[in-house]
């Protein structure tokens, strides 16, 4: 079974440009998440989602950043314009409300930098 | 709101030792409690959880943690480290139907 997809696995960009990322979630499950990991702030809660619909978007940094699912099996987190302080690993994980114990399991992340 | 304290931030052993990594978490409601593992390079990796019932949960490579509600924590220990241990763990905290609010994270490392 596959895991959580995410793409790109890498991306550079210029500061002021439009960068999106994609994610795919296990098939089956309801919840998607949107984490952001730096050195600094650790793993932060971006957003997630609970059957395509955004439960608690307050990880949210500002209004540069915004997460879409338009589906059950597609998710995208865009940020415009990009900054150097967005450079960062963005992971996305996903979860069944049926009885999996809660677990959350996580993409192998995009490794973001806004140079 | 919950939160989770992770008391070291690195935790440098030799292998074959013991090792514990600790953790704290503030809640006001019956929560569900993780350690999560990240090797360099990837993804986060569930180790183990406690739900409810037995307060020691062990993981299949010999980590266990065991909830203590009275102390608020969650440790990690393992008996004697490899140097495939050496890692980020992170213990994180949840709600039934919420999102998992993490520590920031513990490097273990494992030197021989």
């Known amino acids: 079974d596959a895991g959580v997809i995410q793409s790109p696995r890498h991306e550079v960009t210029e500061m002021g440009q439009e960068v999106t990322l994609r994610c795919k979630p296990i098939s089956g499950h309801d919840y998607l998440f949107w984490y952001r990991q730096t050195m600094m702030r650790g793993l932060e809660l971006l957003i997630y989602f609970n059957n395509n619909v955004p439960i608690d978007d307050s990880g949210m940094p500002e209004d540069r950043f915004s997460a879409k699912m338009p589906n059950a099996s597609f998710s995208t987190l865009k940020i415009q314009p990009s900054e150097p302080r967005d450079s960062a690993v963005y992971f996305c994980?996903?979860?069944?409300?049926?009885?999996?114990?809660?677990?959350?399991?996580f993409g192998e992340g995009s490794w973001l930098t806004v140079v | 709101a919950q939160s989770v304290t992770q008391l070291d931030s690195q935790v440098p052993v030799f292998e074959e030792a013991p090792v514990e990594l600790r953790c704290n978490y503030s809640?006001?409601?019956?929560?569900?409690l993780f350690w999560y593992v990240q090797y360099p390079n990837q993804g986060l990796q569930l180790l183990l959880k406690y739900l409810s019932g037995s307060t020691l949960v062990e993981s299949i490579n010999g980590f266990e943690a065991e909830f203590n509600k009275s102390q608020t924590s969650f440790h990690l220990r393992k008996p004697s480290v490899h140097i495939s241990d050496t890692a980020e763990y992170f213990c994180?905290?949840?709600?039934?139907?919420?999102?998992?609010?993490f520590g920031k994270g513990t490097t273990l490392s494992v030197s021989s």
């Open positions: 809640s006001s409601v019956s929560v569900y």
């Open positions: 994980a996903s979860r069944s409300s049926g009885y999996s114990g809660n677990t959350i399991y």
């Open positions: 994180a905290v949840s709600q039934a139907g919420t999102a998992l609010i």
